[in-house]
């Protein structure tokens, strides 16, 4: 899969691109169906929200699932991160956000680089996110927001602990205010499918679900190799095999 020279324009003008009906439905339930199994684990890869509720993230899913170990190849997440960064890539991070309704947690203010970068040793804003909905994400179900070319501009940041004693670094919200005013507010909205791209320094907020509807996003974060993480943090945060990824065949979710 490659993006448009348009689409590439938007990324680098917005900092994020929203793409509708990348994968298919019998794709996504596919996906859908190895869940259950693995938020049931009692692991420290399945992070909890505040309180020992509900599983937060489950992460490392490509080291503990054959479906995801195939999607985190799959030529429609790689071929446009080997486009847009021009060189080898590593899973970063791999993971599903199982966001339930009325239970599923929001995220401050923050953007992704501060914390990589301060906590992870990461030297350059170069990693991507790539999501894909497994679920209809509406204004509803606590989508995320983004504040569009934000990651042009110098952010304030601040330690915080998020979850179960997560360090994130956050954007005092004075800081926030004064850039959604300048540059306005987008929701990350879209069908099951949509796949959603965005970029390390990019200013973004979830709210928490208080809707009826659950809000599945997965999320794979590609970083170039050279720009590897250079401290050692849990591995399901930043994951330590740096071999570049190799795309699989496009049609690797189906065909096992």
């Known amino acids: 899969m490659q993006l448009s020279r348009q689409q590439l324009d938007n990324l680098e003008t917005d900092g994020f691109l929203i793409l509708p009906d990348v994968f298919s439905g019998p ?17 420290p890869e399945n992070t909890r929200e505040a309180g020992g509720g509900k599983v937060r993230n489950a992460l490392s899913l490509h080291r503990r699932s054959d479906v995801f170990a195939r ?17 080898d890539v590593y899973i970063q991070q791999a993971k599903v956000n199982p966001k339930e309704g009325f239970d599923g947690g929001g995220y401050e203010w923050h953007t992704d680089f501060a914390t990589h970068h301060a906590r992870d040793g990461v030297p350059r804003p170069l990693a991507l996110n790539l999501h894909i909905f497994l679920d209809d994400v509406t204004e509803f179900n606590g989508p995320l927001m983004f504040v569009p070319g934000s990651h042009r501009r110098e952010i304030p940041m601040q330690k915080t602990i998020d979850g179960e004693k997560w360090e994130l670094w956050t954007v005092p919200r004075s800081a926030v205010a004064e850039l959604v005013g300048e540059l306005g507010l987008v929701s990350a909205k879209g069908g099951r499918g949509t796949m959603l791209i965005f ?11 208080i809707s009826p509807w659950p809000r599945w996003i997965f999320s794979l974060i590609l970083n170039p190799v050279s720009n ?3 401290r050692a943090s849990p591995e399901f945060a930043h994951e330590r095999d740096f071999s570049p990824v190799r795309p699989l065949a496009e049609d690797c979710l189906l065909a096992a």
């Open 71 to 87: 999607l985190v190849r799959h030529p429609r997440l790689v071929g446009p991160a080997l486009q847009i960064l021009g060189e």
């Open 199 to 209: 970029g390390d320094n990019l200013l973004h907020v979830s709210a928490p679900n």
């Open 27 to 43: 794709e996504i339930d596919r996906l859908r169906a190895a869940m259950p199994a693995l938020l049931a684990e009692e692991r």
């Open 228 to 230: 590897r993480a250079t």
